[in-house]
Structures are given as C-alpha cells and as structure tokens.
C-alpha cells in the first residue's frame, strides 16, 4: 500500500522570498516520487521526478525536491518565488510498472499563492 | 505534448443518461489511466489498463465501468450518470519502462445536473 500526504493544503509567501511545499510518502516498495503543478483550468504538468538516482533532484523553472528515506519525506523547495509560480501542487508517489501496474497516488495538493 | 486527447473536453448532461469519455493517445504506451479531479482530493484513480483488454478497477471504480478494445483507445463509461459523477476526468498514459513518468491529458468537464 502507498499514501501520500501533502501537509499544507495552502502556502501564501511573498514575491522574491523562498517555497517550502512539503510531502511525506509511505510505500511498500522503492517508491518513485514526483511534483506536478496544475495552473487554474489547465492540466498537469510535470516538475520533476525522484527514481533513485541522485536524492537531490531539479525539476523545471527553479524547482527542486529532496529524497529524504529516513524521513519519508520529497519536500519541494524553491529559492525566489515568482509570481507565475501561483497555482496548485501535487505529490505523488507510484509504484514500480511491475506492481501494481505502476499506479500512483496522489496527495490532496497544495494550493500556491504569491503576493507581491 | 505527449500525445494524448480527450472527448468531448466538456459535456453537461442529466442525472440517468449514460455518458462515455475518450482518451486516444498516438504513442502507443501499455498504460493508460483515468482519474477524477474534484476539490481537496487532488486526483483519484478511477480503472486503468496494462494492456488491450487488461483492465482493474482503482479506488473510486464505483459507478464507472471502462473499455480498451485497442491500445490507443481506452474508454470510460457512466452507466447512469449521477450528480456525485461531476467532476474533471483526466486520462494519463505511462510508458513501460524508463522513469515511468505519468502523462496526462487535457481534461475533460463533466457537469451532471
């Protein structure tokens, strides 16, 4: 079984000044992780992935994420918010293709919003 | 643009009627993959299918039936829509292999009165 849960459901921070969206994950197996971001009436996109490769890992538009296996945990961060970062946030954890068929997980997603 | 379409992209229909989804990819990938969308919930897995004919049910399966007669193609059915039904359907496909990256689809609104 895998869960996920993202444990901020709102994050407000100003232009300019650092993101912290944070996820624990829990899963039964070596877990592959990943950010999507979602901007209002569209669809998912994705950020950046964990595989077990390199535990610090860089996704698109400044984003990046860090595996954290003693914590479970796949925070992701970013160093200047901008404000077309403004939108919802989801983590997802997915088991391997050869279980399960590969099906992911999603937390119930963060909502970003910038001020100026 | 992984290559992925979903019709009708929005639909209203009534509470009774049988509605069908469709997702069509071109990229030929084993997985496909429906999901709703509502508040607070972030997405839900509704089927998904490992192969043609290969499907099983996800964590919200009730009501929803689904169909991949071949690999582009995989289908979901509302045998009898219900107001609990309205949602935003996404289709996803995962390649077999490689960092098994999910891609999603555009969407699809669905509105039962």
């Known amino acids: 079984a895998q869960s996920v849960t993202q444990l901020d459901s709102h994050v407000s921070v100003s232009e300019g000044t650092p993101v912290l969206l944070r996820c624990n994950y829990s899963s039964s197996y070596s877990p592959s992780l990943f950010w999507y971001v979602q901007h209002p009436n569209k669809g998912l996109q994705l950020l950046l992935k964990y595989t077990s490769a390199a535990t610090l890992v860089k996704g698109i538009n400044g984003f990046e994420a860090e595996f954290k296996k003693s914590e479970t945990s796949f925070h992701l961060t970013k160093p200047s918010a901008h404000m077309s970062d403004a939108a919802e946030y989801f983590c997802?954890?997915?088991?391997?293709?050869?279980?399960?068929?590969?099906?992911?997980?999603f937390g119930d997603g963060t909502t970003l919003t910038v001020k100026p | 643009d992984a290559g992925i379409t979903q019709s009708p992209r929005h639909k209203v229909t009534e509470t009774g009627t049988p509605v069908t989804l469709r997702c069509h990819q071109t990229e030929n990938h084993r997985y496909m993959y429906w999901y709703r969308q509502d508040p607070g919930h972030g997405l839900r897995l509704i089927h998904y299918?490992?192969?043609?004919?290969?499907?099983d049910k996800g964590e919200v399966s009730d009501g929803y039936s689904v169909s991949r007669s071949k690999t582009e193609d995989f289908l979901l059915t509302l045998e009898s829509a219900t107001s609990s039904q309205t949602s935003v359907y996404f289709c996803a496909i995962k390649p077999a292999g490689g960092a098994d990256t999910q891609y999603f689809g555009p969407g699809t609104r669905l509105t039962v009165l």
């Open positions: 299918s490992y192969g043609v004919k290969d499907t």
């Open positions: 997802v954890v997915s088991d391997p293709l050869n279980t399960n068929a590969g099906k992911s997980t």
